[in-house]
């Protein structure tokens, strides 16, 4: 039987979009760079990890690891898979959402559809 191992971002700047989603969500942090990594970056040619083509994001919390990788095609439409997210006030969650570079899409009475940075749907409800 399959497991859930990654939820997997296509995207322009994996380094930026992973920060963006690693402080949007509670125990979430990029993983740190180690020298095995670091080494793996510089046999590539790449020596600021900003430029890493592919970040991971891990869960302290025992949650599902997010991958963002660089593609070279920008998005074409809506995402067939989102994520929804959930926090105790809505207004007060979303307000830190743009402030990390999120935009509100839409509004809705039991949640709001946001994008990231890279225009990436994603759904905010508040406290049921």
Known sequence: MARLR???????HPAATAR????????YAVAPYDDEELARLRALGITDVEDDPTVL????????????QRVPEGKGG??????DLSADDLETEAGRLVGLGA???????????????????????GAT
């Open 6 to 12: 990654d939820i997997v971002f296509d995207c322009a």
């Open 103 to 125: 935009t509100v899409r839409e509004r809705f009475t039991d949640h709001l559809v946001l994008v990231d940075p890279e225009d990436n749907e994603f759904c905010l409800y």
């Open 20 to 27: 963006f989603w690693a402080a949007a969500m509670d125990g």
């Open 78 to 83: 809506k995402n067939r898979v989102h994520l």
């Open 57 to 68: 994001v891990e869960s302290s919390q025992g949650g599902p690891r997010l991958f963002f």
